[in-house]
């Protein structure tokens, strides 16, 4: 099988980032993104079914998140970005970030091992630290935000390509905890819906459940699953639609757009939330009962 271990999708992700890279027109520029996805990345590439064709969403989320991250570093003065499940991520190294910023990744113990290796004696533009720590591990990971919470006072966190593979009790558990942290401002995450699901379970499904990567999260209430846990969103940005403004459509993109026409509005905006990135903002403790006092019921995905 292509994908034996959950790390291996980074591998897969990094592919798609050398793919972008070495085209004239890139979006962005990760020139250590073919080393790190090595021949293993390839491959996934190659073999899994539909994943050359799914470059497009891949890439289009990479750039989303450089735009977010370095919009808010550049105007909300934030001092610490903990990047969650950071895999192969480069960003401290290829984006243009201050030198003051700190910046944390925190990964498991082989892959971050990895990454280390493979770049060494690379220089990053920030502060960088890399720490080994299970997220699954409760007791750790909120050991590891109480002491890097305790360092930052206008914090973003990161969780590129993790919800998914969570249940949504661990995704709760995970806001929860987060949310502990009174340094941790804003959060930035990916988000499927459950329109996604049978595409990606169809597609990859049996394969990443071999590998240990059975995918999990597609909340059936959207962004308003994070509510309840101290977590609002402030931006939404649609996969689809921002591939149509970066040039990186899927095929048969503009028949979609065709069909959307004569679609119901309803229709369009379920397209539209199909997937995304999603940037939570910190809220107190009682906003669930202050916002939705008659509790969340049957809302639709928002």
Request: with cysteine; proline share 4%; glycine share 6%.
């Given at each position: 099988?292509?994908?034996?271990?959950?790390?291996?999708?980074?591998?897969?992700?990094?592919?798609?980032?050398?793919?972008?890279?070495?085209?004239?027109?890139?979006?962005?520029?990760?020139?250590?993104?073919?080393?790190?996805?090595?021949?293993?990345?390839?491959?996934?590439?190659?073999?899994?079914?539909?994943?050359?064709?799914?470059?497009?969403?891949?890439?289009?989320?990479?750039?989303?998140?450089?735009?977010?991250?370095?919009?808010?570093?550049?105007?909300?003065?934030?001092?610490?970005?903990?990047?969650?499940?950071?895999?192969?991520?480069?960003?401290?190294?290829?984006?243009?970030?201050?030198?003051?910023?700190?910046w944390v990744d925190v990964?498991?113990?082989?892959?971050?091992?990895?990454?280390?290796?493979?770049?060494?004696?690379e220089v990053p533009r920030?502060?960088?630290?890399?720490?080994?720590?299970?997220?699954?591990?409760?007791?750790?990971?909120?050991?590891?935000?109480?002491?890097?919470?305790?360092?930052?006072?206008?914090?973003?966190?990161?969780?590129?390509?993790?919800?998914?593979?969570?249940?949504?009790?661990?995704?709760?558990?995970?806001?929860?905890?987060?949310?502990?942290?009174?340094?941790?401002?804003?959060?930035?995450?990916?988000?499927?819906?459950?329109?996604?699901?049978?595409?990606?379970?169809?597609?990859?499904?049996?394969?990443?459940?071999?590998?240990?990567?059975?995918?999990?999260?597609?909340?059936?209430?959207?962004?308003?699953?994070?509510?309840p846990h101290g977590w609002?969103?402030?931006?939404?940005?649609?996969?689809?639609?921002?591939?149509?403004?970066?040039?990186?459509?899927?095929?048969?993109?503009?028949?979609?757009?065709?069909?959307?026409?004569?679609?119901?509005?309803?229709?369009?905006?379920?397209?539209?939330?199909?997937?995304?990135?999603?940037?939570?903002?910190?809220?107190?403790?009682?906003?669930?009962?202050?916002?939705?006092?008659?509790?969340?019921?049957?809302?639709?995905?928002?």
């Open positions: 099988m292509p994908i034996e271990h959950i790390s291996d999708t980074a591998r897969w992700v990094a592919f798609y980032r050398a793919m972008e890279s070495e085209r004239p027109d890139a979006l962005f520029v990760d020139p250590w993104a073919r080393r790190l996805a090595g021949a293993k990345g390839e491959q996934i590439v190659r073999e899994l079914p539909r994943a050359r064709s799914s470059a497009w969403a891949m890439i289009v989320r990479t750039a989303l998140f450089d735009e977010i991250v370095l919009r808010l570093v550049q105007r909300e003065g934030v001092d610490l970005v903990l990047n969650l499940a950071a895999g192969l991520d480069t960003r401290p190294f290829r984006l243009d970030l201050p030198p003051a910023l700190h990964d498991l113990p082989d892959i971050s091992a990895y990454k280390q290796q493979t770049l060494d004696g920030c502060r960088y630290d890399a720490v080994v720590a299970d997220l699954a591990d409760a007791e750790a990971r909120r050991a590891v935000f109480a002491r890097l919470g305790a360092t930052a006072q206008r914090a973003l966190v990161m969780t590129e390509g993790l919800l998914i593979y969570l249940k949504p009790g661990q995704v709760g558990a995970l806001a929860d905890d987060l949310h502990g942290q009174r340094a941790f401002r804003w959060w930035l995450t990916d988000l499927a819906s459950p329109w996604l699901r049978k595409f990606m379970e169809r597609s990859w499904g049996k394969t990443l459940e071999v590998g240990g990567s059975r995918m999990h999260f597609f909340p059936e209430e959207g962004v308003e699953f994070f509510v609002s969103a402030i931006e939404f940005r649609s996969s689809v639609e921002e591939a149509h403004r970066l040039r990186r459509e899927m095929t048969l993109a503009w028949l979609w757009r065709l069909m959307g026409r004569v679609q119901s509005a309803k229709r369009r905006e379920q397209v539209r939330r199909i997937s995304g990135v999603v940037l939570l903002e910190r809220t107190d403790a009682n906003v669930a009962e202050r916002l939705f006092p008659d509790g969340l019921g049957d809302r639709p995905f928002a």
